[in-house]
């Protein structure tokens, strides 16, 4: 899969507790916010992700800021996002895979009547994201 890093500008507005919120300048009604700045940072990506994940044409980003009154405590911070991972990642479409274990592993799940497709992708999530 080919990469699809974009990077928008977001505002992050800081208020008197230390906390963030977060409004992006060219994604229409995209705000969140976040305890501190990691936290509205992650919820940032992540809503930029929803916002643009299945849009065809993507608004251009602002690149000039020289027009915006900030208070001393307001930030601008591009965020990224790879569209293709958060794509990837959303999809809910499933896709077939043989594998082969040990016959005495296959005997036991059956017994317990485990879910082998539900075990194979919690153990690849755990393998792969943790």
């Known amino acids: 899969m080919s990469q699809k890093e974009v990077f928008y500008p977001a505002i992050f507005f800081q208020d008197k507790e230390g906390a963030y919120t977060v409004q992006f300048l060219d994604v229409p009604g995209a705000v969140t916010f976040g305890e501190n700045l990691s936290e509205a940072f992650k919820y940032a ?4 992700g929803e916002a643009l994940y299945d ?3 993507l608004p ?21 996002i790879d569209l293709n991972d958060f794509r990837a990642k959303k999809s809910h479409k499933k896709v077939k895979k043989n594998t082969l274990i040990p016959e005495y592993l296959a005997v ?9 497709s539900a075990t194979l992708t919690e153990a690849l999530e755990e393998k792969l994201f943790m």
């Open 60 to 80: 251009e980003a602002t690149l000039d800021f020289t027009h915006i009154d900030l208070k001393s405590s307001d930030k601008i911070v591009l965020i990224n």
């Open 45 to 48: 990506q992540q809503l930029l």
């Open 55 to 57: 849009q065809a044409n």
């Open 108 to 116: 036991l799940a059956e017994q317990k009547k485990i879910n082998f």
